[in-house]
């Protein structure tokens, strides 16, 4: 199972069962102790001409708009580069602490009002200069709780509605705009039901669409409240029908002071009535649209984490020094680039959990007030303390690691500092139990992580620690990839294995929001092909169930731990084989006949827990070409990316797309990340068309 990182500006994701690290590695400048001083401000001030580019300008936002939204937050001295027909432009700002109000508002989208625009600070900063910035009162918090949690002001509720929505929303432009694209580009045959569905889908969308909108209209009319310039530009003909009675059907309407978009986001740039703001807002979450158009199979509602707080079990922090200029432990603030580069207070985090929180307080005051080493400064290269990295398992093991830079230290001090920390996380205070596991890492390269080399050291305690996963015990070294939420990972893999058996999950809600109940294949199956298996975790958990586990992954090392762990826990019938699925799978079926294990008559369940961009098509066409592969489970760390792959399942055969496709049966999206937009998406794929009697090899061209 994968799933994308912390809600980062630029998100590559990384898999679930990885770290979802809180932190955010970016280098930090500030040589520590020192706070920046008025003089260093004075200094930032005085210099001259600060270029800053801005990129993914939307459309439309000319100069003339950008130096009003400049004027309106008080940034004068401003020039302009650049096309104006463009999405970048340059601007040339009078001195540093202007360029840095410019980033600063533009990604919080106040100068263009659009998010996705950016802004890059062009002059380097200088090297080793105090570059923390003289933040307002809240703001570094304000930025952290943006970066990491960007919906921690939503309830819980509303968060996983919100996911639900996602999901409902990908599946449905993932089926019906691909077949009727495909269609249209290829000539292609759809077939009957899917076709029948999309006329049903979109005639119901169609009435649902215009009732929601009717009631909206009715509700700005009788709360006298313009009707907003979307709807009047978007549906005039839907409005003069609805005005009926109220406006003669000729009569132009109100222009709107409001810049409401469909989405639900008010533009400011022109003033507004703050009061109408809330009423429109209060109207549209009370007359929802509908999704453009039905998902192709129930969504169940999503599966909240059992635990929304404190869950992360493992945490990346860094030793720096916070806006008022305490050293302290944290997590970067803002990138390096822009000269942001405090830690930050961990106490706004919801997701670490209270005893990571506990374990860097002692080393944070241990740091602060005893050692007599600096932290590491990464502009300067200097200094000691680095990494701190918290592992805390929800089965009350816990394991601490301590990253430092030896450079510069003498032996005798280098033993003084283990121990130090001996000391101090292995001694039982009252209030305190030592740590289970404790590791130190001297690395003087310019490294943000902890490298994967034999430089970590067992300082004290247990090389290995422990976590269950269902009733599989797990033991989890210091580079070990484990789920980040246990107890969420739990919910998950239950399903998963549940929908593997053939049987209806207890963990899903039957009925909601139009689901009219549990579609689940009820199909058994003898074998389970775990493909993209990494080390293993859904075969190991999976085998007791099956007769035969095969699991396939291109990396080697990945097969390899796979093994260790199944030979370690006894299990004979799982079996990990390194390589692609689009070459060694045919192999290993065959084999599996040859053995007796299946027969052609046999049914068997792949789950297919790929990387955040899905697999690739020769992959897809592997798993649809072999017939015995009666039902796919897909799990998506980001749909958004990786839905094209289910779309390929879903795709008519053809000379391209050989085999009989498969077609959606459920899906359910399951939060192992609350206050976060990511979200693990379940999809339930099962053969459409008739078994093959024969691979059809003509069409594998
Ligand atoms: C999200 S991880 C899998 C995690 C794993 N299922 C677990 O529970 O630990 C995705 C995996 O897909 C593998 N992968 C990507 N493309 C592949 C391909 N074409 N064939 C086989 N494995 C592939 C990667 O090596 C990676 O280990």
Not at 69 to 79: M, S, Y
Not at 94 to 100: F, H, Q, R, V
Not at 198 to 209: A, D, H, Y
């Amino acid at each position: 199972m994968s799933v994308p990182p912390s809600n980062l500006p630029i998100t590559e994701p990384v898999p679930v069962s990885q770290e979802v690290s809180p932190v955010v590695t970016t280098p930090v400048s500030s040589d520590i102790p020192n706070a920046p001083t008025p003089e260093d401000d004075a200094d930032q001030g005085s210099d001259t001409h600060t270029k800053v580019l801005l990129q993914n300008l939307p459309k439309n936002f000319n100069n003339v708009k950008l130096m009003e939204a400049l004027k309106k937050h008080r940034i004068r001295g401003v020039k302009v580069t650049g096309s104006e027909s463009g999405s970048i432009r340059t601007l040339v700002c009078p001195d540093k602490n202007t360029a840095y109000k410019v980033v600063r508002l533009t990604h919080r989208g106040r100068i263009s009002n659009a998010k996705q625009a950016k802004a890059l600070i062009l002059a380097k900063p200088s090297q080793g200069k105090q570059q923390v910035k003289n933040d307002e009162e809240g703001e570094v918090e304000e930025r952290i709780v943006d970066q990491k949690m960007p919906l921690p002001v939503k309830p819980y509720e509303e968060q996983l509605k919100d996911k639900h929505r996602v999901l409902s929303k990908l599946m449905s432009e993932m089926t019906i705009f691909g077949l009727k694209r495909e269609a249209e580009l290829n000539k292609c045959n759809i077939p009957d039901w899917a076709m029948d569905n999309i006329q049903q889908m979109e005639s119901n969308f169609e009435i649902l669409r215009k009732e929601a909108l009717r009631q909206r209209y009715q509700a700005y009319q009788e709360q006298n409240i313009p009707i907003p310039r979307y709807m009047s530009q978007k549906y005039p003909e839907l409005l003069s029908e609805f005005a009926g009675s109220h406006l003669p059907a000729n009569q132009a309407l109100p222009e709107s002071a409001t810049m409401e978009t469909e989405s639900g986001a008010i533009t400011a740039e022109i003033p507004y009535d703050p009061v109408w703001k809330e009423k429109c807002q209060a109207i549209r979450a009370q007359y929802p649209l509908p999704p453009r158009i039905n998902p192709p199979c129930p969504v169940f509602p999503t599966v909240a984490s059992p635990v929304h707080t404190g869950f992360h079990n493992k945490s990346e922090f860094t030793f720096g020094v916070t806006r008022f200029g305490d050293i302290s432990i944290g997590f970067n603030v803002g990138s390096f680039g822009n000269g942001l580069t405090q830690v930050s207070d961990i106490a706004h985090c919801v997701r670490v959990s209270p005893r990571a929180v506990q374990l860097v307080q002692k080393m944070r005051n241990y740091v602060r007030n005893v050692s007599p080493h600096p932290v590491y400064n990464r502009c300067k290269k200097s200094g000691v303390w680095r990494l701190f990295v918290t592992r805390t398992q929800a089965s009350g093991e816990d394991m601490v690691i301590v990253q430092y830079n030896p450079t510069n230290l003498s032996d005798e001090e280098q033993q003084a500092i283990r121990d130090d920390l001996k000391r101090l996380f292995s001694t039982p205070v009252e209030g305190f139990a030592p740590v289970t596991s404790l590791y130190i890492q001297e690395t003087p390269d310019r490294t943000d992580e902890i490298p994967q080399n034999n430089s970590l050291v067992l300082l004290d305690g247990a090389p290995l620690i422990h976590e269950t996963l269902l009733d599989t015990q797990f033991q989890i070294s210091p580079h070990s990839i484990f789920p980040v939420n246990t107890l969420g990972a739990e919910r998950f893999y239950s399903i998963v294995r549940d929908w593997a058996m053939g049987k209806p999950s207890p963990l899903l809600t039957p009925t909601t929001e139009g689901i009219a109940d549990s579609a689940s294949s009820n199909e058994s199956s003898d074998v389970l092909l775990d493909l993209c298996c990494g080390r293993g975790t859904i075969g190991i958990l999976m085998a007791k169930y099956f007769r035969q586990v095969v699991g396939i992954d291109v990396d080697p090392q990945a097969v390899e731990e796979a093994n260790s762990i199944a030979t370690a826990k006894g299990i004979t019938n799982a079996k990990f084989i390194a390589g692609p699925i689009e070459k060694i799978l045919n192999t290993q079926l065959q084999q599996l006949k040859a053995d007796g294990v299946i027969t052609d008559s046999s049914s068997v369940v792949a789950v297919l827990d790929p990387p955040g961009k899905g697999v690739n098509t020769k992959a897809v066409c592997t798993i649809r070409w072999n017939r015995n592969i009666n039902r796919v489970i897909f799990v998506a760390s980001d749909f958004a990316r990786s839905h094209k792959s289910v779309g390929m399942f879903c795709k008519p055969r053809s000379m391209s797309v050989p085999g009989f496709p498969f077609r959606c049966v459920q899906a359910v999206p399951v939060d192992l990340f609350p206050h976060t937009k990511n979200c693990v998406f379940l999809v339930e794929l099962v053969r459409s068309g008739p078994k093959a009697k024969t691979p059809d090899t003509s069409m594998l061209q």
